[in-house]
């Protein structure tokens, strides 16, 4: 939103836009409207950063406001200050300081719903003892008109000192001018009244404060009162005595948790205030209410949710498909356009075979994952990610999980990279973990080609009963990958992550139309990770792979090649000739990259690959699938000497003709099952090992994950192909 | 009776809250405190979990916490 007084300014200050001189924490509940605000308030002048060390971002924009300029910082929504998840936690850490690099705010702006004030009130009691300059941003006033709740800001004001409150419409701007004043001289601001709610914690909090000596502020002594395991209540209890502390406990609290006695006191007041400031008037039930509410019972809900995904799935897979031809075309439109312009050599190769295939590869997947981000986001958004998590929790109870873990684990189906993204909302970080192991064992899109080629080329065209067997072999293979990513949530659950059970208590939000322009926003920062954390890693491993298929190059055989062709010109003519020149081409393409180092590589894997009935040429193939698993089926083609651009039927005809030494087939039914399976549960896709890496800011779990899914996919290959070439 | 105990569309008013089992503190938080009136508004397949209705703030709670807490139902207008 442009300021219209922004056109009178002072012709030296135009162009120059004014640093900030104080940063706001922008914090409330979750689902208050408080990015939509943040988003008003900062227009397009943000910035995403990161916070040292951890995985959320950091989103800030700076505000012009009048005669200064502030550092608005959006923080996750949280209904108290002590964090139960991940983001949670980040957003608290922030506004209470302890954040590296990441200097506490000099003022808060408090974003309240109105139409949820009790939580909403609740957290501000208890940011109101950090004691630093506060404004309220009172959203959804219209909403809650709507609803028939009244509100009186005279009242409020009243019971929170004469705290200043502005009632605002984000999505309308309406109030916004008053909310900006208010903020323009936020850090000269007083600090809040002390918060009526616990006069005996903040009794005994003043006072420990001054037995400490200065060395703690008063809301770090309320936290460590609160929360023994902190880093604060040691501090508190190295001054002031562990026993004394424990005393001190024990009568504010009794025997229970200091956060239940701490919700007992605060909401007592809370609804004390809201019996006086809040009137519900009683409603006539709206229009379509009850068609929504029948909606809303557990199997309609239900039969629902199946079909939202089920829009997912087809919007991923068959509006993306246009785009990814598009992006296919282009690249090797864009390849063979520079071969023809460079001389063929090692310098085209790696322009064409390698940069370009390299970022054909990051960004061929780019119309997938976004419309897959674009729909969680829409999802989480307008509050439905929530009611799926909730209709669906029964289900992933069973493998120790709880309902949040759904949407990840669907959306690994299309692509395991937006969906370990997505499981940032699990509060315990073990279930988080759990989730994102899970994750990449779903029948992502990238798994197809493989399964497309392998069942096309050995499974039997026939029927079993009324169902074909192709079509049931694949079903199995989505099996495996569900069998496979819930049987290790169980396992990892009950050993390494063992812990205890998830609680799924959480507020759903009602449904809501999303913002346009907060989708977008969060669109693009998604995309921008993938394409850089994701995305340079697949560019460098693909670059990487290029080089070991490339090189060495030797003489003698390019001195075949081009005997072989000048006999070929001799021989043929017309159609003929360019048919044999595409044979020799495709032969000295096969010979070269034997020759190469992936193909010796090949060679001395093979032993370790013989017992799965590998022979060398698979085995070259699965290691250039390393960094993407669908480059499996172009480096098969080339080393099948049918070229990499080949038809699928000409390559299967290739691979079923494809012999040991000794003349046995490779491609047998055990061994294409084996492959399959290893296909199904290995780990080849170096983007999800990024983003793994990314999430849980360790290299310990994308280690572990590979090496794991590795040793599964090749146990169960191996006991397929020797089983089954044993009773065969 | 606790809070398992409550019918769709039943309104009740806690009583008692054992904030000392696990999860417990985290509804408190969320505001399901003693002498607080909450409606059972829907449920998954199965009834497990519930859908609360708390100060017009829905709230999902499964069968494990909702033990958890003691209530007395108190006449429905729904």
């Known amino acids: 939103m442009t300021e219209p007084s922004t056109v009178y300014v002072p012709l030296e200050q135009i162009g120059i836009r004014r640093r900030a001189s104080a940063s706001v924490a922008v914090i409330g509940n979750p689902n208050s409207g408080k990015s939509t605000l943040f988003n008003r308030l900062t227009g397009l002048r943000q910035t995403t950063g990161n916070y040292p060390g951890v995985t959320v971002e950091k989103h800030s924009g700076i505000a012009q406001l009048g005669s200064s300029a502030l550092e608005l910082v959006d923080l996750p929504g949280i209904y108290c200050l002590g964090g139960f998840s991940t983001d949670e936690r980040i957003a608290v850490d922030v506004i209470l300081g302890r954040m590296d690099e990441t200097p506490p705010p000099d003022g808060l702006l408090v974003v309240l719903d109105a139409t949820h004030l009790y939580q909403g009130l609740y957290l501000l009691q ?18 809650a008109t709507a609803n028939g709740i009244d509100i009186s800001i005279e009242v409020l004001q009243r019971h929170l000192g004469g705290l200043h409150i502005c009632p605002v419409v984000a999505t309308s701007g309406r109030g916004l001018e008053d909310l900006r004043a208010a903020l323009e001289h936020i850090a000269q601001a007083q600090a809040p009244a002390i918060p009526e709610s616990w006069p005996e914690l903040s009794k005994t909090a003043d006072q420990l404060m001054q037995e400490a000596g200065g060395v703690l502020q008063r809301i770090d002594v309320i936290q460590a009162l609160i929360h023994p395991d902190s880093k604060r209540a040691a501090i508190l209890e190295k001054h002031i005595g562990a026993a004394g502390i424990a005393a001190v406990r024990a009568s504010l609290f009794g025997d229970e948790p200091p956060q239940a006695a701490e919700a007992r006191h605060r909401y007592l007041w809370v609804r004390e205030v809201l019996r006086e400031a809040q009137t519900q008037a009683p409603l006539l039930e709206r229009f379509g209410a009850k068609t929504l509410r029948w909606f809303n019972r557990p199997w309609p809900a239900t039969l629902m949710f199946f079909a939202v995904m089920a829009l997912v799935f087809q919007a991923v897979f068959s509006w993306a498909t246009p785009l990814m031809d598009v992006i296919d075309a282009g690249a090797s439109g864009l390849a063979s356009w520079i071969a023809g312009l460079l001389p063929a050599g090692a310098f085209a190769s790696f322009l064409t075979d390698g940069v370009i295939a390299g970022v054909g590869s990051v960004i061929v997947f780019l119309p997938q994952i976004l419309i897959l981000f674009l729909f969680i986001i829409v999802l989480e958004d307008s509050g439905y990610l929530a009611r799926a998590a909730f209709l669906m929790d029964r289900v992933m109870r069973g493998v120790g999980l709880s309902g949040q873990s759904v949407i990840p684990m669907l959306s690994s189906f299309a692509c395991a990279v937006p969906a370990i993204m997505a499981t940032r909302v699990i509060p315990n970080r073990r279930d988080r973990i759990a989730t ?47 069998v496979g990513g819930l049987g290790t949530a169980w396992l990892m659950k009950r050993s390494a992550l063992r812990g205890p059970k998830p609680h799924f208590a959480l507020a759903l939000p009602e449904f809501r139309w999303p913002n346009p322009q907060t989708v977008l926003i969060k669109l693009w920062d998604r995309a921008r990770i993938f394409l850089r954390r994701a995305g340079t890693v697949i560019f460098v491993v693909a ?87 669908e480059v499996v089926v172009a480096v098969m083609g080339t080393i099948y000497a049918v070229g990499e651009e080949a038809e699928e039927a000409s390559l299967a005809g290739k691979l079923r003709s494809a012999t040991w030494p000794d003349g046995r087939p490779i491609f047998t039914l055990p061994m294409v099952l084996g492959l ?17 890496r990314r999430e849980t800011n360790s290299w310990r779990w994308p280690i572990f994950a590979w090496s794991y899914m590795t040793a599964i996919g090749y146990s169960g290959a191996f006991l397929i192909y020797q089983l089954g070439t044993a009773y065969a | 009776m ?34 607080v009136e909450v409606r059972h508004a829907n449920s998954a397949i199965g009834g497990d979990p519930m859908e609360l209705s708390v100060y017009g703030t829905a709230i999902s709670v499964r069968r494990q916490q909702a033990e958890c807490f003691r209530i007395t139902p108190l006449a429905s207008n729904d």
């Open chain 2, 2 to 35: 606790t809070l398992t105990d409550l019918r769709p569309g039943q309104q009740a008013r806690i009583d008692k809250v054992d904030a000392r089992q696990p999860g417990v503190v985290r509804l408190m938080v969320l505001g399901m405190i003693e002498g």
């Open chain 1, 676 to 692: 399959l399976l290893f296909y199904a549960w290995c780990l080849q896709c170096a983007a999800t090992i990024a983003v793994i």
């Open chain 1, 436 to 482: 994102i192991l899970a994750a990449p064992f779903m029948t992502c899109s990238a798994r197809l080609p493989v399964y497309a080629l392998l069942i096309a080329a050995f499974v039997p065209d026939r029927s079993v009963g009324w169902l074909n067997l192709q079509g049931l072999v694949l079903l199995g293979l989505y099996l495996l990958g569900i």
């Open chain 1, 543 to 629: 670059i990487l792979v290029w080089g070991l298929a490339y090189f060495p190059r030797s003489a003698p055989l390019q001195t075949d090649y081009e005997v072989a062709v000048t006999q070929a010109q001799a021989a043929w003519s017309g159609a003929a000739l360019e048919a044999e020149l595409q044979r020799i081409e495709n032969e000295a393409a096969a010979t070269r990259l034997q020759q190469s180092y992936l193909g010796r590589a090949g060679h001395l894997v093979e032993p370790l690959f013989r017992p799965l009935g590998w022979d060398w040429r698979v085995s070259a193939a699965v290691i250039a699938g390393f960094p993407a698993r």
């Open chain 1, 126 to 143: 208890q940011l109101m003892e950090m004691q630093v300059p506060t404004v309220v941003a009172l959203t959804m006033t219209d909403v």
